[in-house]
T-cell receptor
Framework: GAGVSQSPRYKVAKRGQDVALRCDPI?????LFWYQQALGQGPEFLTY????????KSGLPSDRFFAERPEGSVSTLKIQRTQQEDSAVYLC????????????FGQGTRLTVV | QKEVEQDPGPLSVPEGAIVSLNCTYS??????FMWYRQYSRKGPELLMY????GNKEDGRFTAQVDKSSKYISLFIRDSQPSDSATYLC???????????FGSGTRLSIRP
């Protein structure tokens, strides 16, 4: 497909479990962003990659959150020892250019921690 | 104070009405101003994008930015039921940085 693909679409995790969320950006897109969206809220920035370099991780809420993009294409957001407050939709976006002005979003992964 | 403030609504208007959606922001360093539309259970999609102050029109949609008052507006003319969605204002510092989203305004257009 031509869009940003995220998997899984839905994930239920028991509290304390580790999870890994995958993002396949649009082919050739340089920039990749992760956002967290709580119910009824706008997306909150987590982290930003330009190719394989993580240029901004200021939005990661704790050291339990880790993101990587080792080959500059697919990215994984990992959450260790999940907590109930981690329940949210995790959105990935990519853009062709260096920045976020024309970012394309995936449908998101809905994480529920029980 | 949040960097971007947006009335969450919900806002319900009849089909054909003119809709006005607004945001205020606090950081004068914002230079790029975007509106995203998000349908239920979907990711946001870029609707309009402007740089600095002024107006931009695209079909039934007009985006306005007033940097002096730090006020962003989106107008929808001849609103359609298919416009029912959450609208997110999203200013950015530069073309190479993250987007800051407002909380979104939920809009419903009644047939």
């Amino acid at each position: 497909g031509a869009g940003v693909s995220q998997s899984p679409r839905y994930k239920v995790a028991k509290r304390g479990q580790d999870v890994a969320l995958r993002c396949d950006p649009i082919s050739g897109h340089v920039s990749l962003f992760w956002y967290q969206q709580a119910l009824g809220q706008g997306p909150e920035f987590l982290t930003y990659f330009q190719n394989e370099a993580q240029l901004d991780k200021s939005g990661l809420p704790s050291d339990r959150f880790f993101a990587e993009r080792p080959e500059g294409s697919v990215s994984t957001l990992k959450i260790q020892r999940t907590q109930q407050e981690d329940s949210a939709v995790y959105l990935c976006a990519s853009s062709l250019a260096q920045g976020a002005t024309e970012a394309f979003f995936g449908q998101g992964t809905r994480l529920t921690v029980v | 104070q949040k960097e971007v403030e947006q009335d969450p609504g919900p806002l319900s208007v009849p089909e054909g009405a003119i809709v006005s959606l607004n945001c205020t922001y606090s950081n004068s360093a914002f230079q790029y101003f975007m509106w995203y539309r998000q349908y239920s259970r979907k990711g946001p999609e870029l609707l309009m994008y402007t740089y600095s102050s002024g107006n931009k029109e695209d079909g039934r949609f007009t985006a306005q930015v007033d940097k002096s008052s730090k006020y962003i507006s989106l107008f929808i003319r001849d609103s359609q039921p298919s416009d029912s969605a959450t609208y997110l204002c999203a200013p950015g510092y530069s073309s190479a940085s993250k987007i800051i989203f407002g909380s979104g305004t939920r809009l419903s257009i009644r047939p």
